[in-house]
């Protein structure tokens, strides 16, 4: 049972979706507490089963009812848990804590919720309770767990415990074990968010925060009615450190002491935490700081000392948000200077990892200066105190990584751009004064041109086109460097054309970005120019080449105000020349090459002045090239261009749509083109539309209480019919036999829907598709019906659909379904039909058993197959189950005589194997396909009637009890009506 539990908790943390396709989310979870409970099953396999609540608690619990429910039964296998299995208790706490939150038990104040908050209580008070705190072999700890849920109720619901603070800051005092640092950053916490909440109500000043500090109810919803009771939130409060508005104050007057004594004293003890724990408790305490008017910042001045002085990450962090937060009421001027030198060093410090180093150069960006010159919050601008000096060791190099330099080359141009203001275009022209940064910036970057010019690397490539955009963003003004790098760029095009798509993004990125705006238009129309020069001669250039001028051309034309004249020309020399021997005269990449231009200069301002010399280039092609696409593209263009103006040629060409939605109809496409006048129509009819609403749906043929969709009793021949004859051996080879099919036939009839949008009166051809929602069923077969009327006649058929499904599991299903059809308009309508739901019921089929059997026979393979099932149920208790699918059941319910016999009448009549009359009640067999059986011996007692049931399938008896508790309702109900 311990392995077959380790491999379903497996398989549902695979795919919990697929996992309850075959169940239900309450029995698996009822499964799961019940194995809790048992004292046979290991707690190794216990705190494997924990798993699925931890990481699913809402599929599991989808409702605070069941969240509460499963946590009062995890309470108690906590209480009966020995205290020796500390790694299952802690997992315990963490899923009983995961539970309450997703399930909102906790912002409900829950009694379950409230019982858990006591328990962890009284575990973070027990110092005794955990007997392996302090050994170094204890992999997790009790009372650490506890103070761990503790956060996270605090964190998802603020203020739960503030009125224990003077519980947990007495402990935090007492504590000398490894526990310190969690009730630190425990208490941290919750002091926090009890200022924050205190600092938004209305008139609350010293005498509050004096009252909330010595706070320790019981819990904090059953504090004393005059006491301070924080605004309670479902939500984590947001930090105050960020710009999102002002920041809540809490008027205190100078009358903290208490709060001063108690962050003095968190302050310090906070060297004895790790690195990360000093950065929680040093931001918790920044906030508290921030809010509380009374308490000044340089109660923080004793640890700047070593927080200056440390190499950790978070802890520089966290003293860059002190100096956000407080400026110059902490920081002087020559701790700012300091902290600056001290970033521009870590910045370049050789033992640092690159992400903590571009951090730092990060940080350099975002610098919270004490008297800020303009800039508002979050933006990039450099500090005051960073001089072109002092920022010189950051220039980049070719040695620096990829993300170093760029970052660095970032930084190093908004200082030298602010150093350019200061100086005249003259003086940097000459490469004298404040113009020599800006001139070591640009020969860094055509170095790295060369370097791509004479390397093939991608990283170098990409590298090369970042620092260009880079240097475009923050120089693209100066006209010496831009024209300079537009002329490099072209060359190295013409060096090395496979990098056509960098230097095309490029001109995208600069569009877009805050380059200069005509930037990327004269480098394009450089680029046309070394295109049509280099292409003087086409049959001495590669396909490589011609691929990537095309390309460039097509992007070209894009452009209005550059003239296509020359592109024309390209075009056509290299259609006309030598076309019979040229090699790409068949090549179907490079014909699509050329159109793609040909399409772009179509839709240009300037087509007037290309008209001929474009359908000249249009006309040759399609008359000689040598792919068949590629001259109906050629003909089609050519056809446009000389039929439609322009303004219509562009409408086309751009796929302008114009809405037509008029008298109630769908809104359509409207083409400009005139070539077809009947080409609304005919684009009409030749498209699927999409109806709105459901039109017609399939409803069942049968009584609106439970049918009977039952196929015939599958039959196939057999002789074995004497009274020694093993019966379940014949049934059974039938069953495997080749011309068994284990299918559930369904009837439906075809009807209008109530609510039916008009215009679909009569309808033909209708083609019905149906999709299986789960892997339960094979695929169906499309149904057709030939046509539906809304008003039928006597002698109009009804239109009846039969489903045939091929069951892979007997469990209930919906299956989707969809439809298309033609209306009398000849119009072709595609329409979503109501889903159908195939209920447990409709599943059930009699005893397949051969035609030549006598009841008495059905009858014994009743018997047989009730022993068989009963003993597998009897020896799967005592876990030596050798088929574990079988199982055993009972249900009981209040009917009276005549309700059971109206019962078994209506509902289980094709299914008897033995006499209404026989002394042992009704034995009732279901077969559901492909190869599932329930057993069913109902039996009126004294007080109730008894359903026995058995079968080889134990996922069907969620199933059946739900269709036997209902059919027993609507029996009860019907006795009481009548």
């Known amino acids: 049972m311990a392995v077959s539990w380790v491999e379903r908790i497996a398989s549902f943390l695979r795919s919990p979706s697929k996992f309850l396709s075959c169940t239900t989310a309450e029995v698996f979870l009822v499964e799961v507490l019940r194995e809790q409970r048992d004292d046979r099953v290991t707690y190794d396999v216990k705190l494997i089963m924990l798993s699925p609540l931890c990481e699913y608690p809402t599929l599991l619990c989808p409702s605070a009812c069941a969240g509460e429910e499963t946590s009062l039964e995890l309470m108690s296998v906590f209480s009966n848990c020995p205290p020796k299995h500390t790694e299952f208790r802690c997992q315990l706490l963490l899923g009983l804590t995961g539970v309450l939150v997703a399930t909102s038990c906790v912002s409900a104040r829950s009694h379950a919720s409230q019982d858990f908050l006591e328990l962890l209580l009284r575990l973070v008070q027990d110092t005794y309770y955990d007997p392996h705190a302090d050994a170094s072999s204890s992999p997790r700890s009790v009372r650490a767990t506890a103070c761990e849920c503790l956060r996270e109720l605090e964190a998802c619901c603020p203020g739960l415990l503030s009125q224990h603070l003077e519980l947990l800051n007495g402990l935090r005092q007492q504590e000398n074990s490894r ?41 904090a919803w059953e504090a004393e009615p005059d006491s301070v009771k924080p605004i309670h939130r479902d939500a984590p409060l947001p ?25 003095s004293s968190l302050l310090e003890e906070s060297y004895l935490l790790t690195p990360l724990a000093q950065a929680a408790l040093l931001h918790g305490l920044t906030e508290v700081v921030a809010m509380v008017s009374g308490v000044s910042p340089a109660i923080f001045k004793a640890q700047l000392l070593r927080l200056l002085g440390t190499s950790k990450v978070c802890l520089f962090h966290s003293t860059l948000l002190m100096k956000a937060a407080f400026t110059d ?87 030298y751009l602010e150093e350019e203001q200061e100086h005249g275009e003259d003086d940097r022209v000459r490469g004298g004064g404040g113009g020599r940064g800006l001139v070591y910036l640009y020969d860094h970057l055509k170095l790295l041109l060369h370097i791509v010019e004479h390397g093939d690397g991608r990283d170098q490539v990409v590298t090369f086109f970042r620092a260009s955009f880079l240097f475009l963003c923050h120089f693209s003004h100066m006209e010496h460097y831009a024209s300079d790098l537009q002329r490099r760029l072209c060359a190295l095009y013409l060096q090395h054309t496979r990098l ?56 070209v034309a894009q452009e209005g105000q550059i003239g296509q004249a020359s592109t024309v020309d390209f075009l056509f020399a290299v259609t006309s020349s030598a076309v019979d021997t040229a090699p790409w005269s068949g090549d179907w990449h490079l014909g699509s090459d050329s159109l793609a231009v040909c399409r772009q200069l179509l839709t240009h301002p300037g087509l007037d ?21 590629i001259r109906d593209h050629a003909r089609l263009y050519y056809t446009l261009l000389t039929t439609l103006s322009q303004e219509k040629l562009g409408g086309v060409l751009a796929l302008r749509a114009t809405a037509a939605a008029k008298e109630g109809r769908q809104d359509k496409k409207r083409s400009l083109s005139s070539i077809m006048v009947e080409s609304e129509d005919l684009t009409s009819a030749l498209t699927v539309h999409r109806a709105r609403m459901p039109v017609f749906q399939l409803v069942a043929q049968d009584h609106p209480g439970f049918g009977r969709f039952s196929e015939p009793t599958q039959t196939c021949d057999d002789d074995s019919g004497g009274p020694d004859a093993d019966v379940l051996s014949a049934y059974r080879s039938q069953l495997h036999s080749s011309s068994f099919a284990s299918q559930i036939s369904l009837l439906y009839e075809l009807r209008y829907t109530d609510a039916s949008p008009p215009g679909f009166d009569q309808l033909f051809s209708i083609h019905l598709h149906f999709e299986p929602t789960d892997g339960h069923y094979s695929e169906l077969a499309d149904v057709c019906v030939p046509c539906l009327f809304r008003e039928r006649t006597s002698t109009t058929p009804p239109s009846s659909v039969t489903l045939t499904l091929n069951p892979r599991a007997p469990y209930p299903t919906t299956l989707r379904c969809s439809a298309i059809f033609t209306t009398q308009d ?30 008495d026979l059905r009858l014994r393979a009743f018997e047989e197959l009730w022993d068989e099932f009963c003993r597998s149920g009897e020896e799967s208790g005592e876990r030596e189950d050798p088929s574990p699918d079988r199982a055993v059941s009972l249900l009981c319910s209040q009917l009276g005589d005549a309700e059971l016999e109206a019962l078994v009448e209506r509902h289980f009549g094709p299914y008897l194997v033995a006499d209404q009359g026989d002394e042992v009640g009704h034995k009732v067999l279901l077969f559901l396909p492909p190869g599932s059986h329930m057993l069913l011996k109902i039996t009126p007692e004294e007080d109730a009637v008894q359903f026995n049931m058995a079968t080889d399938n134990w996922r069907l008896l969620p199933h059946v009890n739900s269709f036997l508790r209902t059919i027993t309702d609507w029996e009860q109900h019907n006795a009481v009506g009548s």
């Open 329 to 415: 009421s902490l920081f002087s001027a020559e701790d700012e200077a300091f902290v600056l030198k001290r970033l521009v060093a870590l910045c370049q410090h050789p033992l640092l990892a690159t992400a903590d180093k571009l951090f730092y150069t990060d940080c350099l960006l975002h610098f919270p200066e004490n008297r800020p010159i303009g800039g508002a919050d979050g933006e990039e601008a450099l500090p005051v105190l960073l001089t072109p000096r002092l920022a010189a060791a950051l220039v980049p190099t070719v040695f620096n990584d990829t993300a170093s330099m760029l970052a660095r080359l970032k930084l190093a141009s908004l200082v």
């Open 826 to 855: 000849e119009l072709t309508w595609h329409s979503a039909l109501p889903d159908i739901q195939v209920a447990f019921h409709q599943l059930f089929k009699p005893l397949p058993a051969p035609a030549s059997w006598a009841p």
């Open 239 to 263: 930090s105050v450190l960020v710009p999102i508005g002002a920041v809540p104050t809490l008027q205190t007057g100078p009358e903290c002491k208490e709060l001063r004594s108690i962050l």
């Open 609 to 629: 002045a290309l008209l001929c010399p474009l359908a000249d280039v249009l006309q040759h092609m399609a008359s000689h090239h040598g792919d068949t696409d």
């Open 179 to 219: 526990h310190h640092q969690a009730l630190s950053g425990l208490y941290t916490l919750v002091l926090r968010n009890a200022v924050h909440l205190l600092a938004r109500q209305t008139g609350a000043g010293a005498e509050s925060l004096k009252a909330l500090l010595g706070g320790n109810a019981v819990s």
């Open 500 to 555: 056509a798509p960098h230097i095309l993004n490029l001109v995208d990125r600069a569009q877009d970005g805050p380059v200069e705006p005509g930037w990327a238009v004269d480098l394009l129309r450089s680029l046309q120019g070394a295109v049509v020069t280099a292409g003087v001669s086409p049959s001495g250039l590669s396909l490589t080449d011609l691929h990537w001028h095309l390309r460039v051309l097509a992007r």
